[in-house]
């Protein structure tokens, strides 16, 4: 799906409407392409083979770099990707922080 700021999709690949979906309808996908978006964390957790083409994306270390469908073992990344979940009353009181220096 094209980004909200920029809705231009590609020429010749469907998009969906951006309007009509807060997160994206993986119905019937055999791999979503994703350059940094939170799009392709959900797509990897769905299950969906994911290519990412920006280093910078949450996903990038299990997700593929060109068109092939790969779906890597993400065990160890989605256990990393939950330990960086925090609550806003677990970042005010301290919890997160001492828990991020191995303190707790």
């Known amino acids: 799906r094209p980004h909200p700021l920029r809705p231009v999709g590609l020429p010749g690949i469907p998009t969906q409407d951006t309007q009509a979906h807060k997160e994206p309808d993986f119905t019937d996908c055999g791999l979503a392409v994703t350059i940094s978006s ?6 990897v957790l769905s299950g969906i083979p994911t290519v990412a083409l920006d280093d910078r994306s949450m996903a990038w270390g299990v997700t593929a770099r060109d ?6 073992d993400r065990t160890q990344w989605a256990h990393h ?10 970042i005010a009181n301290g919890d997160a922080w001492d828990a991020l220096k191995g303190l707790s």
Not at 67 to 72: D, F, H, I, L, N
Not at 83 to 88: F, P
Request: glycine share 4%; proline share 5%; net charge negative.
């Open 38 to 43: 939170n799009s392709g964390v959900l797509s």
């Open 67 to 72: 068109y092939e469908a790969v779906t890597p």
């Open 81 to 90: 990707l939950a330990w960086k979940q925090w609550t806003r009353d677990e």
